[in-house]
Every structure is written in structure tokens, then in C-alpha cells.
């Protein structure tokens, strides 16, 4: 065989071929161990210097988690869960066969009184005991429509609860239930003491999730505006609070109980936590835990006025703008106010010396003066300062609702830029103007009506707000009669004996 036909061999041209490939991956395992070399030298070099946790820096979350763990063995035991069972009864509609009747029900077949039973979730705070009987403060939602309560403890045990009393103004109410195991009583601090910025740690049972605790700051102190017309000067913190939270514990750092878990705002359909939840301050539940005790409600002081926080539209017309305080709108004929000399008009500002913020506040403030007691009252009237003695009374729901005793029952306006507009009323128009009329008062009685103007008063001239609440005081003592322009005709109304 020529050399040519050994060259063409089939086996030269196997072995050429792996040949080739034996040198082609000796060539490629070369090149990358020597591309991936640098690059492990650096990953040694990198895991040789580990990362060091500053002692410093550790040494003040080891502290802070102390503190938190301290807070959560100490106030725990003392918050329960309270479980509620509310009955209702209601006609269920009885269904014969007959197709309509199902979907649009027969008048003359209510059918059967029906029993439906609804569970409820909330949280409660041990605060007392005498012997055997716990004393649990809770909100007025949680248990208060209740047929059944219980209370499941830290310890594991549920036992039966009984409802104290409750007060529907501040949402606050009290169970009780007996045991003769030792559970701690939470300690309760001073609210007043509580600043924007302080820690806040919420305890309660949210979702059924029993024992739950977390951490924020208070947001704000004093807000107003709860649900219900609730009367409290609330504590807003972005502790996570969801539902069953409500009664539960706010705490300090201290682990003292500054504030009530109340209520949250929230912009889901669920209710869930946003940041924004509100507690009831503890100062205001202090009072009622012992009047509860003693008498299963609470009482408040009766001033007997109809207070309103004024737009800045009548602030100007009443030359109060940069004051703090509340309107008096009407005062009840016979009351307290009325006896010590307070009347329309008049802007409240303080009471025994201490300012008041606002309606609310001075709301509060009323509540808390105990019957018999004897106030003083600072206000601004007609532009002067003065002090007034009162001597408030006792509250209660038929005195408060009693309209036909409101004086004098309108709600009178500054004829302002808009209410001019509206009336289609030129700058030189006089009078004020009638936003609202309170139903069975003297004004409605007279028959004076929303959107009315008006000019006089028992034959006096009105010009504007502060001439308005000025011959109400000193032409009104025996009778009330307006003049008043309806629909660009003039009307005077019948009079009203007082």
C-alpha cells in the first residue's frame, strides 16, 4: 500500500480525529481554569473577613428586645380574651310551595319567631379584684348586646363571665368572673403623661390570635370624632390593632396601661390595620371602673348647653378668631347653665382654669364635675371676658333629649360671601341667616324655618351675628318673636311665652 492510500486509511482518519479531540479539551479545560482562577482567590478572600456586628449597636437591641420581652411576661397574664354570644330573635317568613312567595313573602303569613345567635371576638384588661370576683374592663361593642360571655385566660382556662355595666358615651364596660386561681391586675398609668413619639405596644387577642402583642408610637394624643359619637379625647398609634384587639391594653415602656384599644380606620373592606388605631386614655376609664363596681353605670355632670366648635366664618363675625374654645348654640331652659347666668352666644374657653380645645374637650370636662359641684366658668361675651359660678347637676338621657327646652333652637349663620351668593342677597343686606331649626324647640314652635333671614328680634333690629345673640340676651327674658324674610317676602312669626 503506496503512501497516499495509507494517508486515505479509514483507521488514520479515526485516529486524526481523536486525536484532535483529545488535544481541542485539553486546550478548553486549560482556558478555564485558568479564566476561573483569579476569580476564586477573590470568593476565599472574601469568606476570610467575616462581617462583625458592632458591640455597641447590639448591645442597645439586646436591651430594647429585654425591655419588650419584660413588657410581654408582665402585662400578658393580666389581658383576657372575651368571647360573646348575642341573640336576637326575628319572624322568619314561612314558605307554602308557592314560587312568589318565596322571593316576595305573604303579609298575612309572618310565619315563626326565629332565635339567631351571633359570635363576637374582643380583648379585656384585669383591673380588680375582691376575693374571688376578677373585674375585666373592656369596650361597650365587645359585650354589651352580649346574652353569653366568657373569658379564656392565660393560663388556658375559659370561664363564665358576667356583665357589670356598661356606658355607651365613653365605650367602656366591665365583666366579671370568679376564680379562685391568682391572676395579675394590670397597672394602670397616668395618660396625661403620654407625648407624640412615646413607644406604644398594643396587647389583645386580634383575630382570635390569643396573646398577641406589637409595637409602635404614639401618633397622636387627643383626636376626636370615634365611632358612635364616642366622647373621647382618643390616643392614635401605628401599632398593628385589628379586630378582637378592641378593649385590649395599650402600654408604655414601662409596661403600665395608658390607653384601651378602641377602634381602627381603615380604607378595606376588612377592616384590616392601616396604622391607624385609636385608644380610649386610661384617665378616662378610671372613674368608671370604680362606679362601675359600685353601681353597675356611670354618671356624669349636666351643664345643660348645646356647645358647637364655630366655622371661621362666625369666629370672625364674633371677633374670636385665634381663640380656643366652645360655642354655647343653646342652652336648656331650667338648667344649670341658664341658672348661673350662661346664654347664647357666649364661647366657653375654661373651666376652674384650665383651657378648654374645644367642643369636646369641654364636653368631657363637664361629664367628669360630679353633681352638687360648684364650677367656674370662663368665657368671652360680646367681646369682654367674664367668670360665672355654676352649680352643675346630673345627667341623664330624658334630660338630654328634651328639645321643646332648648333655647332659643336655631341655629343662626353670618350672612357670609357665600350665603349672600346663594340668596342671591347684595353687600348691603342685613341680618342672619337660619341654617338649622331644632325640631319641638321655641324657634320651630314660632314656626321659623332652614333658609329664613333674620332681621329683628321682639321689635330689636339684627344686622349681623353678634347684634343676633346680643338682643337675644337682653329682649328675650319673657317672650320670643322674629322678623324674618322668606323667599324676598317679610314674615313675623307668632310669639313664644317662656
Not at 414 to 442: E, F, Q, T, W
Not at 461 to 488: A, M, P, Q
Request: with cysteine; net charge neutral.
Amino acid at each position: 500500500m503506496n503512501l497516499m492510500k495509507r494517508l486515505s486509511s479509514k483507521n488514520l482518519f479515526v485516529f486524526n480525529l481523536v486525536l484532535f479531540g483529545v488535544i481541542f479539551g485539553f486546550s478548553l479545560a486549560f482556558l478555564s481554569f485558568s479564566c476561573s482562577t483569579p476569580g476564586s482567590k477573590k470568593t476565599a478572600r472574601a469568606e476570610e473577613t467575616p462581617v462583625v456586628i458592632p458591640r455597641e449597636a447590639l448591645a442597645v437591641a439586646e436591651s430594647l428586645q429585654t425591655v419588650m420581652r419584660s413588657i410581654a411576661e408582665k402585662v400578658q397574664p393580666s389581658v383576657v380574651e372575651l368571647k360573646t354570644i348575642s341573640v336576637r330573635r326575628q319572624q322568619a317568613p314561612r314558605f307554602n310551595g308557592i314560587p312568589w312567595e318565596f322571593f316576595f313573602g305573604n303579609p298575612e303569613n309572618n310565619g315563626e319567631e326565629r332565635e339567631f345567635r351571633s359570635q363576637g371576638l374582643g380583648s379585656g384588661i384585669i383591673v380588680r379584684r375582691d376575693g374571688d370576683t376578677y373585674y375585666v374592663l373592656t369596650n361597650q361593642h365587645v359585650v354589651g348586646d352580649a346574652s353569653e360571655i366568657s373569658v379564656a385566660l392565660s393560663d388556658g382556662k375559659e370561664l363564665s363571665a358576667t356583665l357589670v355595666g356598661g356606658d355607651p358615651r365613653r365605650d367602656l364596660a366591665m365583666v366579671s368572673f370568679k376564680s379562685r386561681d391568682t391572676y395579675p391586675l394590670a397597672v394602670l398609668g397616668d395618660s396625661d403623661e403620654v407625648k407624640v413619639g412615646d413607644w406604644a405596644i398594643a396587647l389583645g387577642n386580634p383575630l382570635g390570635f390569643m396573646s398577641s402583642m406589637t409595637m409602635g408610637i404614639v401618633s397622636a394624643v387627643g383626636r376626636t370624632g370615634g365611632p358612635a359619637n364616642n366622647i373621647n379625647d382618643f390616643i392614635q398609634t401605628d401599632a398593628s390593632i385589628n379586630q378582637g384587639n378592641s378593649g385590649g391594653a395599650l402600654v408604655n415602656i414601662w409596661g403600665e396601661v395608658v390607653g384601651i384599644n378602641t377602634w381602627i380606620a381603615s380604607n378595606s373592606s376588612g377592616g384590616g390595620s392601616v396604622g391607624l388605631g385609636f385608644a380610649i386614655p386610661i384617665n378616662n376609664a378610671k372613674r368608671s371602673i370604680d362606679e362601675f363596681i359600685s353601681s353597675g353605670t356611670t354618671r356624669y355632670g349636666w351643664l345643660g348647653v348645646s356647645l358647637m366648635d364655630p366655622p371661621r366664618d362666625t369666629l370672625v363675625a364674633l371677633e374670636l378668631e385665634g381663640k380656643r374654645g366652645a360655642l354655647v348654640s343653646q342652652i336648656f331652659m331650667g338648667s344649670p347653665a341658664e341658672k348661673g347666668g350662661i346664654q347664647p352666644g357666649d364661647f366657653i374657653t375654661h373651666i376652674d382654669g384650665r383651657e378648654m380645645r374645644g367642643m369636646n374637650a369641654l364636653t368631657m370636662a363637664v361629664g367628669d364635675l360630679k353633681a352638687g359641684e360648684r364650677a367656674t366658668f370662663t368665657l368671652i361675651r360680646g367681646g369682654r371676658t367674664q367668670e360665672l359660678q355654676v352649680r352643675i347637676e346630673e345627667r341623664t338621657e330624658e334630660i338630654a333629649a328634651e328639645n321643646n327646652k332648648l333655647w332659643p333652637g336655631v341655629y343662626a349663620a353670618p350672612l357670609s360671601d357665600n350665603v349672600r351668593s346663594a340668596l342671591k342677597l347684595d353687600a348691603g343686606a342685613r341680618g342672619v341667616y337660619v341654617a338649622d331649626v331644632i325640631a319641638r324647640s321655641p324657634a320651630a314652635i314660632v314656626g321659623l324655618q332652614r333658609g329664613d333671614r333674620i332681621t329683628g328680634i321682639n321689635g330689636e333690629t339684627v344686622t349681623d351675628l353678634d347684634s343676633f345673640y346680643r338682643v337675644l340676651r337682653e329682649k328675650t327674658r319673657t317672650e320670643l318673636w322674629f322678623e324674618v324674610i322668606r323667599e324676598d317676602s317679610a314674615v313675623e312669626t307668632m310669639r313664644f311665652k317662656r
